[in-house]
């Protein structure tokens, strides 16, 4: 089964830093590209960042820019997300997602089931 | 950045009723849209790629359309798992964007 399950989330103080992670499992993850989305509570979804297969490639969303890092480890078919100088607003539920394969743009065909930030004093 | 532009915010509909949403993007896209599918308290799940393409095992009620700047989800026949909140998502371009979001409720 195809499958991403995120980790890492929790209750952080303004100022801090959370490191989250997303364990890949049924496909071979080498191959794909990942993206981090966020969802505020009672929001919308928010695109933070994408990752090529490689990690040749790195974007990240405006508002994350400078306070957020991508990385992933193929060997651990892991894929991660590092969270500094966090703010009330990054309160969210954080989802790894799979970018679709094929050359059919930057859709995501497999979400996780999402891991919670609560960023307050 | 790309802007995408949803409407309507939500609407009413009962089962049998054929229901279009409607996505706008503030610059040309060609046909690299994605349609998802959200229930309250679950993970998005992928309906339509390319603007028209329908994701696996998801039903044939389901379609899309469109390309350029403005687009279309229809749901065929509504049924009552598909009470829901649909986004459309630039596939083109960073930054990726979503839409506002549209709720699809029982009238």
């Known amino acids: 089964e195809v499958q991403l399950v995120e980790s890492g989330g929790g209750l952080v103080q303004p100022g801090g830093s959370l490191r989250l992670s997303c364990a890949a499992s049924g496909f071979t993850f080498s191959r794909y590209s990942m993206n981090w989305v966020r969802q505020a509570p009672g929001k919308g979804l928010e695109w933070l960042s994408y990752?090529?297969?490689?990690?040749?490639?790195?974007d990240y969303a405006d508002s994350v820019k400078g306070r957020f890092t991508i990385s992933r480890d193929n060997a651990k078919n892991s894929l991660y997300l590092q969270m500094n100088s966090l703010r009330a607003e990054d309160t969210a539920v954080y989802y790894c997602a799979r970018v679709g394969p094929g050359t059919s743009g930057y859709y995501m065909d497999v979400w996780g089931k999402g891991t919670t930030v609560t960023v307050s004093s | 950045d790309i802007q995408m532009t949803q409407s309507p915010s939500s609407v009413s509909a009962s089962v049998g009723d054929r229901v279009t949403i409607t996505c706008r993007a503030s610059q040309g896209i060609s046909s690299w849209l994605a349609w998802y599918q959200q229930k309250p308290g679950k993970v998005p799940k992928l309906l339509i790629y390319?603007?028209?393409s329908l994701q696996s095992g998801v039903p044939s009620r389901f379609s899309g359309s469109g390309s350029g700047t403005d687009f279309t989800l229809t749901i065929s026949s509504l049924e009552p798992e598909d009470f829901a909140t649909y986004y459309c998502?630039?596939?083109?371009?960073?930054?990726?964007?979503f839409g506002g979001g549209t709720k699809v409720e029982i009238k």
């Open positions: 390319a603007a028209s």
């Open positions: 998502q630039q596939a083109t371009s960073f930054p990726l964007t």
């Open positions: 990752i090529r297969s490689s990690g040749g490639s790195i």
